[in-house]
């Protein structure tokens, strides 16, 4: 049986890092015969210049037909002007295909304790799985814009709560049984709504995991103070948009976090969580870590794969203990940084399946 996969590189560093990423899954298809049948679709800024839109409906069916997607990032202020823009494709596209289930995992590799603005004796072990509601809340609201006036809305609805702590429970089951709930109880009543459809959700079907709650701006520092008590930490939209590129740092770089959004049934889509990283597209400097490692959680959530995926993560931790760094990390003592195809080329040689 083959396997389908729609590849949708976007601007800035998106086609570089993705290109690591697919050859990295082409690696693992060579050696263990998956079938894997590529396709690039059009997303963003690159769809607007050839198309006029952010998400061209063929976008939006090839990926309905797909086994996974694979995205790198899209923005770019050639088209900040425009009312929708490459990130209005982005997220129309998570909206069309009801990824309501953001996973950012948050590891700091031994290998990389250094590369991190912090203390080595808070990073040690910190393992944090965060579970971002990507379909609702204020991304998706009311909204209005004129010369005088605006405003955006935070919706949410009983159900989606439900199901997203659900997916965060469900996980917490298969790590150490904690999760933290993050809202601003004390300001917002979609928080209101938030917490206590979270207790009852937990109480009712996961009485065995430990739930806490903390407002998102306590969270956003113990999120450094104390990394390691976070296990499964779960949110709304945009909170767990800003926490995560703060949680990054415990890993020592935006490039290095992957990410899976999951929908009930249909086709998933797999993207680093980084942007398109204009300051530094098309010089071959870009860590493709996040989008490695977003191939990996395709193996393993779309194609069932997960010994092939901890293969892959295996490689990427074996590349960091060879001493190899993209600049993003740091000068290195010993030689010089190495480039996005260097780094990749790398994984694949410490590739073992
Ligand atoms: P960004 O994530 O693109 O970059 C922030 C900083 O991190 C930059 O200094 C960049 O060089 C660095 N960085 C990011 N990824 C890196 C990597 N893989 N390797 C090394 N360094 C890396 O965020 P930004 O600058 O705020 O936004 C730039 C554009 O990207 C905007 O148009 C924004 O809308 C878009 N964006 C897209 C996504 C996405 O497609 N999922 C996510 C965030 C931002
Ligand atoms: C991300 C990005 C997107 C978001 C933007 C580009 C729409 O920041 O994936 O984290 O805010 O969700
Ligand atoms: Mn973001």
Redesign the pocket.
Known sequence: MSHSVVVLPGDGIGPEVTAEAVRVLESVDGQLNLKLEFSEGLIGGAALDATGEPLPSSTIDLCKKADAILLGAVGGSKWDHLPAGPEAGLLGLRKALGLYANLRPVKTLPELVNASPLKADRLDGVDIMVVRELTGGIYFGKRKLSSTYAYDTCEYTAEEIKRICRMAGNLAMARRRKVTSVDKHNVLDTSRLWRKTAIKLFQDEFPEIELEHIYVDAAAMHLLNRPKDFDVLVTENMFG?IL??EASMLAGSLGLLPSASLSDGGPCLYEP?H?SAPDIAGRDSANPTGAILSSAMLLRHSLDLPNAATAIEAAIAATYAAGLRTPDLGAMENGENVGTKAFGEAVLTHLKL
């Open positions: 948009d995560t590129d969580i942007g």
